[in-house]
């Protein structure tokens, strides 16, 4: 039986009712619900259970023309493009989807809707369908459906920049909060490329929890963590994460000619965003969020079948992050500053247990961190190593090869 997240009493982490920690290690399934077959979803969702994820991003009312193009089945999600009109065999469609998912251990934070049915801007097929009044009705009509679920969390917003549209975010926001009777779910906002949802609603109360998109630009480390430290020193006091950093076998900067984002790429970002206070992480793949296949057309030239990509190195190296947080005092730790662009710290305020993330192979001096027993933390394989300082008093990390050799130095006092 699966427990609702909450947010920790140092309001900068997620916590079960227990009092134990939850680390959101969640993978993007923007068009579970729109475009694969419950034989589909069912594969989809117990491969990433198995492969250590624990939350689904997935949409209800999906980006590729989910209004007008129908599910698997057949089955559009709304009667006549109404919001307030839900067709019946669409949603019992991601009711089924959901309960597997609680089955298998896995939360979905679901998007009532994508960005482009309330602000289309430059890009999405739309249509435009809400306005301030039908977007609270169709809040509290998908509220009501799923308020009951223990494994669900809200997530409003949907890639776009709200603008003039904020009056009807919050609309949709305070209709999910009326018909969820339990008010026991989380509720985030998925902001547009490169922003924060603190960019926009801070402030708000129904925002329990800032997520960033930090996105798929040829970005480097700085402005992931800048992003992260920026939102996580705002005040009122709440957790933040990365929800859609670098996808793997995404093309870098949406370009295919500059090349692909691998597994290191996304490790890179992922443990930067955790090592600069997130209280989790969303791992992407470019073909699976959009379930690449035989049946649709591809958007940015995917490089492998959804199926295929299940399997990715990164995917399967994002299950060590999630483990390494949980096996250190995770609702103690705090970021630090290590003095390099390429180093990340974390530590706890008592001084009992710290970790620095290298994105790159480097050095650090023994000079200011805890004393105690030192191991080497291998990212692509969850083994660790026992490290010591060299006669200069400096931790040197050790080579494995390839072009992204990255570490974690763990130090526990003694």
């Known amino acids: 039986m699966l427990l609702r997240p909450r947010i920790s009493d140092d309001q900068r982490h997620l916590a079960l009712p227990d009092g134990s920690p939850f680390f959101w290690l969640g993978d993007t399934a923007w068009e579970l619900f729109h475009r694969l077959s419950m034989e589909e979803a069912e594969h989809y969702l117990r491969t990433r259970a198995g492969q250590g994820f624990n939350v689904i991003q997935a949409v209800a009312l999906a980006e590729l023309d989910g209004i007008r193009t129908p599910n698997y089945y057949g089955d559009l999600p709304l009667v006549d493009q109404d919001p307030t009109r839900l067709n019946e065999p669409y949603w019992r469609h991601i009711d089924e989807v959901v309960d597997l ?64 549209f904020k009056s009807t975010w919050r609309a949709l926001a305070a209709g999910l909060r009326e018909g969820d009777d339990s008010a026991g779910h989380l509720m985030t906002f998925h902001p547009c490329g490169e922003q924060s949802s603190a960019d926009h609603f801070h402030d708000e109360k129904w925002l329990d929890m800032n997520m960033l998109q930090t996105g798929h630009g040829a970005r480097d480390l700085d402005f992931v963590a800048e992003m992260t430290r920026k939102t996580y020193r705002r005040t009122p006091t709440k957790p933040v994460l990365d929800g859609e950093p670098r996808y793997e076998n995404h093309p870098i900067g949406f370009d295919m000619r500059r090349g692909y984002y691998d597994d290191g790429d996304a490790r890179q970002a992922a443990y930067a965003g955790v090592f600069c206070g997130g209280c989790g992480v969303t791992y992407g793949c470019h073909a699976i969020w959009q379930f690449a296949g035989d049946r649709h057309d591809p958007v940015n030239n995917p490089i492998s079948h959804w199926r295929y990509s299940l399997g990715l190195p990164g995917a399967g190296q994002m299950r060590h992050l999630k483990e390494l947080m949980l096996s250190l005092p995770f609702l103690r730790l705090a970021p630090f500053q290590v003095g390099s662009p390429f180093k990340f710290g974390l530590a706890t305020a008592e001084g009992d247990a710290a970790a620095v993330y290298f994105a790159e192979p480097g050095t650090l001096e023994v000079a200011g961190l805890p004393s105690g027993s030192a191991e080497w933390f291998d990212p692509t394989t969850g083994h660790r190593r026992f490290a010591e300082p060299d006669a200069e008093g400096m931790f040197h990390t050790p080579d494995r090869g390839g072009r992204i050799q990255d570490w974690v130095l763990l130090i526990a006092a003694r």
């Open 101 to 164: 998912a609680a089955e298998l251990g896995l939360y979905v934070a679901l998007l009532p809707t994508w960005g482009d049915k309330i602000n289309r801007t430059v890009w999405g097929a739309g249509p435009l369908i809400f306005d301030k009044a039908n977007a609270r009705e169709f809040g509290r009509l998908v509220a009501q459906r799923y308020g009951g679920r223990d494994n669900v969390i809200w997530v409003n917003g949907g890639d776009r920049d709200p603008g003039e």
